[in-house]
């Protein structure tokens, strides 16, 4: 597990708990990919969503912790099973410094992988989650593949507008965090109001941490091992820094991208860096930024109205943090 | 929808608004691929496993008809999904007579074609199924992606035992008619030993209609076009009259095998035609299917224990119709 979450150990212990129901049930005798598939939930992140979910249900009354955990479980469980079929999607080599699984075994056995771990998620669910909970998490996987497919549909295209690319981190992302956070809530039977806020702090707080991680991807860390910039441009994706980039100087950035390849098909790695650098200096960023600070703003407004406790307060860092990440 | 139900109007009659409902579900606006999979859709098969599942409600008491029918609706969807994901693996171009969907839109909408499907077979599974029943389509699915897995772990080595065949179509799709049958009774609060029986019934069905599909694959049509043999061994895989074949001439079958190729590498369309032809010779195809004939035998003694009904007399007539198939 990261240090994410040091700063709150009861939270950190729970996410722990998490961590083995996911481990166990990844490490399932009729599984033969477990070993792989073990290795590539390791390689896991910072529990974010279980997190959420967790951080939720303390608004309530009666949350069975188990129970809260398990729920959990099966949400991290979507995430690694929607980042193995994303890995296939962009062709990705590497997740988090290791193979890909479909690196690692091929795309036939990742696709099935992929499978398995949804359906190991739906049973979790279906196993822990009041019916409506479980049901909003089969809506959730749907408007995640349709969001993924609409992405998909415009790739090596660079022509999304500012509404297109808000429409896609919405569901990819932002539809995620938001159940996480107010199914949570909902199992713990918190109000109808304090769920209904956590829904809409929990999207807000999905966009502004998806728009961020697009940011990332222009910037080269000076810290850690030099890594490549503009490997979403490379994957074909044009997210809102470029987009804000290609408002300024569309013929400018067109003919950077095209150098070396055809109309509508794979961008090379130094064009793709070479965009990136250009969409900095066109101020494409700062725009960027600003958007995930009005997206932070709200989810902080939200959450302020909610009762003055301890989650409360938890949360109002969380959205804080995840703005000024830098990594 | 096929003529195969024609001689029961009643089964065919739900079976058409179960198809309404598979459709209605496939059209929906947020799903950017919706023509296509709907062409998938429609290129449908015979609907076994909804009928199965109607079929099974009516050893109920209270069945009422729309909620069975859209949990039929659900078992199909899990069934497109499935073939979606099925036809990437086997690298298949054809479906039915039609380009299958990733040959259609590519591999990787077609990832996220069948994960989409797949979630919403959940969300009309939970939407109309007992919770018992939600969860059972959850393991269902768990055990059908091990299966593939399996089944593909041990591609193009023509080393698989009876035993591990047996297992794989024992995953792959005796379980699905199984739960199919069962899940309709259980829905409809029949007693829980017809229950069993059912579960049972359905089982070994699955496992009959599962080895006369390979032995097919190995037969000629005259009747219709000229249908290419040997299309499973071409791709990798080692189904019953192939496994008693090369129990009685290894050495002959694995040379007709290599001819033209590397090992563990893909089998040319004549080599594998002609190890088919070879197996038949063999007698491969006479010991499959007596052991297709014993399980269809198994399920007519456990319909039979059933107490005399008109669904009793329609499933006799199932098990014995899908003996006998020859398409």
């Given at each position: 597990?990261?240090?994410?979450?040091?700063?709150?150990?009861?939270?950190?212990?729970?996410?722990?708990?998490?961590?083995?129901?996911?481990?166990?049930?990844?490490?399932?005798?009729?599984?033969?990919?477990?070993?792989?598939?073990?290795?590539?939930?390791?390689?896991?992140?910072?529990?974010?969503?279980?997190?959420?979910?967790?951080?939720?249900?303390?608004?309530?009354?009666?949350?069975?912790?188990?129970?809260?955990?398990?729920?959990?479980?099966?949400?991290?469980?979507?995430?690694?099973?929607?980042?193995?079929?994303?890995?296939?999607?962009?062709?990705?080599?590497?997740?988090?410094?290791?193979?890909?699984?479909?690196?690692?075994?091929?795309?036939?056995?990742?696709?099935?992988?992929?499978?398995?771990?949804?359906?190991?998620?739906?049973?979790?669910?279906?196993?822990?989650?009041d019916p409506d909970n479980s049901r909003n998490l089969a809506r959730l996987i749907a408007a995640i593949c349709s969001a993924e497919i609409n992405q998909d549909l415009g790739k090596y295209r660079y022509t999304a507008s500012v509404r297109d690319y808000l429409r896609t981190i919405a569901g990819k992302t932002a539809a995620l965090f938001s159940l996480a956070l107010h199914a949570g809530a909902a199992e713990a039977k918190a109000g109808t109001r304090i769920v209904q806020s956590l829904r809409r702090a929990g999207y807000d707080m999905g966009m502004a941490f998806q728009?961020?991680?697009?940011?990332?991807?222009?910037?080269?860390?000076?810290?850690?091992?030099?890594?490549?910039?503009?490997?979403?441009?490379?994957?074909?994706?044009?997210t809102l820094p470029l987009i804000y980039a290609l408002q300024t100087d569309r013929a400018g950035l067109e003919s950077i991208l095209a150098r070396g390849r055809e109309p509508n098909q794979a961008v090379t790695a130094e064009a793709a860096a070479a965009a990136a650098l250009r969409a900095a200096e066109l101020g494409g960023l700062e725009r960027a930024r600003a958007d995930a600070r009005r997206f932070t703003t709200r989810a902080l407004a939200e959450i302020e109205r909610l009762p003055a406790s301890q989650p409360r307060n938890e949360l109002l860092g969380l959205a804080e943090r995840l703005l000024d990440r830098a990594y």
């Open positions: 597990m990261t240090d994410f979450w040091k700063a709150s150990p009861a939270l950190e212990r729970r996410l722990q708990r998490v961590v083995a129901i996911v481990d166990a049930t990844i490490d399932y005798p009729g599984f033969p990919l477990r070993e792989m598939a073990l290795a590539a939930a390791e390689a896991g992140g910072k529990l974010l969503r279980p997190a959420l979910l967790i951080i939720g249900s303390s608004f309530g009354r009666a949350a069975e912790a188990e129970r809260i955990e398990r729920l959990s479980a099966a949400v991290e469980l979507l995430h690694i099973a929607t980042l193995v079929h994303d890995d296939i999607i962009d062709e990705a080599p590497i997740r988090r410094g290791h193979p890909s699984l479909h690196a690692n075994v091929g795309v036939k056995k990742a696709v099935l992988a992929g499978d398995w771990l949804f359906s190991r998620c739906f049973l979790l669910s279906s196993e822990s989650a728009v961020i991680d697009d940011i990332l991807d222009f910037e080269s860390d000076a810290d850690v091992v030099r890594k490549p910039v503009g490997k979403d441009i490379a994957e074909g994706l044009c």
